[in-house]
């Protein structure tokens, strides 16, 4: 059991005070021995009492400080799981200056020094997860004439298991300072993806107008237009602010954009190819292209974005990575061989490219871009699985060479029109086969809007008996039976089918996917697997 404070100090005094009257009662102690000893009792005495009174205003000044805490976390879990409109990063209580190592910012864009809030963003929505593995910045712009962003996000999101996405996010900046656009896209983001927005794997963030400076007069370099070195420069910047809010969120930073495709395990590829690094690289390539799949370590983030801040005006950002490569590890007395030598040391390329350039309209006005990185395998977004032989027939407009045939052997997708009620899709066993697992796949990541709504699968018996109760009597095997004897085992969600079969079905002579409604778009099978007992 603890003593008070008030009982410590009268047994304090009681022991100090014991030899002092044991030395006045001993035979030949001198009276002024005693005064002496008395008058430092009395002083010891003040100064216990002293301290316990500034124990008490510590005491106090400390549950202050408790209490406060605890109302800021407070609020500050109020705001993250009920806010619903903008929020500013300064309402959740973080540090309104900068660390000290990125003060230096004000000097490269002295105008800051005249706005205190601009170097903050503006949170549109977002959990505040820290603690990742992996954060993604994507920074998405204006386009003239087609927005890329959404199937981008399907692509990222596509095939992602629980854990991967409980262990990374994607920071979308959108780089503009109009609020209606602002708005326009992150409830474009919140209607695709709502799942992921309440789960904090997505987060929409958007400068303060007054983070740029003025852009109109910038020196012409490079031989480019005014428009171009305008666009570049921007682009720099808003990869900077970018790289300043993510880098204290995980352990690496993926740089992306948004108008690309992944391929389906990519981070898991990502932390494999990581792994295998014994060297004290400073940039991890996954696409051969621009700024695209560049892997950066987050601590290594401020000295980046201080030197990209340092030439911003001056060139565009995968030249400046490149000049500071050069910078760390190049020798000007040494050749050119040795600088590339020495620099790719640092700068690792992995191939094949997890990511794939899908635009075509750039977001500087009037520019179009073909680019397509020669490195990345299209076929790496096709998974093959040992299907049975069967002859495959459908009612839907088979679109150009996209076949029902390449997608049961993986060679390619099946696509064909807006499917309407009544079409099938349909796989006839050459022989009845025992089936125990089925999974159909709609849309892809080049398509992901191309799904089966409305979609049902059914499957039908080899039984020509059981087939003629089926559809005498309807089903005695808690499926509903269709009136030309198949069984409704499943269907569409998300645009996945998925499940197993019963057994007391027994053998199966045919497998058919059946529209049940008009669709409003395309329709893409990019994964046939059909298990039997044999394969």
């Known amino acids: ?38 008058h430092q009792l009395l002083e010891l005495q003040q ?15 400390l549950n202050s400080a408790l209490d406060e805490i605890k109302h800021i976390v407070a609020r500050r879990m109020n705001i993250t799981k009920t806010h619903t409109g903008d929020m500013k990063w300064k309402e959740l209580n973080f540090p309104s200056k900068l660390p000290m190592h990125l003060t230096n910012v004000y000097y490269y864009l002295p105008h800051l020094r005249e706005y205190e809030d601009a170097i903050f963003p503006n ?7 820290t603690g990742v593995s992996l954060v993604m910045g994507i920074p998405t712009v204006k386009r003239e004439k087609q927005n890329y962003l959404i199937d981008t996000l399907h692509s990222l999101l596509y095939k992602l298991s629980e854990e991967q996405k409980k262990d990374c996010i994607i920071i979308i900046f959108i780089a503009e300072v109009d609020v209606e656009y602002i708005k326009r896209v992150s409830e474009s983001v919140k209607t695709s993806f709502p799942r992921e927005v309440q789960s904090g794997v997505l987060e929409v963030i958007s400068p303060p ?5 003025d852009l109109s007069n910038l020196k012409k370099t490079l031989g480019d237009s005014e428009d171009r070195v305008r666009w570049r420069t ?43 690094q014994s060297q004290d690289w400073m940039v991890l390539e996954f696409s051969q292209l621009g700024f695209i799949g ?22 565009p950002i995968d030249w400046l990575i490149d000049h500071l490569l050069w910078v760390k590890v190049c020798n000007p007395e040494k050749d050119s061989t040795h600088c590339e030598k020495e620099k790719s040391k640092l700068r690792i390329r992995a191939k094949p490219s ?48 996209y076949t029902l045939e390449k997608v049961y052997k993986g060679q390619d997708c099946f696509w064909a029109s807006a499917p309407v009620a009544g079409d099938y899709i349909r796989f006839t066993f050459l022989n009845p086969l025992e089936v125990e697992k089925y999974l159909f796949r709609s849309g892809n990541v080049e398509h992901p809007g191309d799904k089966l709504f409305n979609t049902t699968v059914e499957v039908l018996p080899a039984d020509e008996m059981l087939i003629k109760e089926l559809v005498d009597n309807g089903s005695k095997f808690n499926y509903p ?55």
């Not at 948004?258 to 190819?273: N, V």
């Not at 401020?302 to 340092?310: A, D, S």
């Not at 998974?383 to 088979?398: C, E, G, V």
């Open 481 to 535: 039976a269709t009136k030309d004897g198949y069984l409704k085992i499943g269907a569409f969600e998300n645009g996945i089918a998925e499940g197993s079969i019963n057994r007391s079905i027994g053998r199966i002579q045919a497998i058919r996917l059946s529209v049940s409604s008009d669709s409003p778009v395309w329709a893409i099978l990019s994964e046939v697997l059909i298990k039997t007992s044999e394969n």
């Open 1 to 38: 059991m603890r003593l008070r404070l008030g009982q410590v100090l009268p047994a304090l005094c009681l022991c100090a005070a014991f030899p002092l009257l044991w030395y006045a009662a001993w035979p030949g102690s001198r009276g002024n021995d005693l005064d002496m000893y008395q």
């Open 294 to 315: 560049k892997l950066f370590k987050s601590e290594d983030l401020p000295l980046i974005v201080e030197f990209f801040l340092m030439f911003y005006k001056d060139k």
């Open 234 to 276: 921007k682009q720099n910047l808003d990869y900077s602010f970018l790289m300043l809010y993510a880098q204290p969120k995980g352990t690496f930073y993926l740089q992306l954009e948004d108008d690309i495709i992944a391929i389906p395990d990519y981070i898991e590829s990502i932390k494999s190819f990581a792994a295998q």
């Open 354 to 401: 997890l990511f794939q350039h899908m635009g075509v309209y750039s977001s500087l006005a009037g520019k179009i871009q073909n680019l397509k990185d020669k490195d990345f395998r299209k076929n790496l977004l096709l998974k093959a699985h040992n299907n049975p032989p069967a002859k495959l027939d459908t009612s839907l407009r088979i679109y150009h060479q």
């Open 123 to 129: 949170v549109i929505f977002g959990q505040q997860r």
């Open 47 to 61: 100064r216990l009492l002293y301290a316990e009174k500034e124990n008490k205003k510590r005491s106090h000044e």
């Open 209 to 213: 107008a007054s983070y740029y400076p």
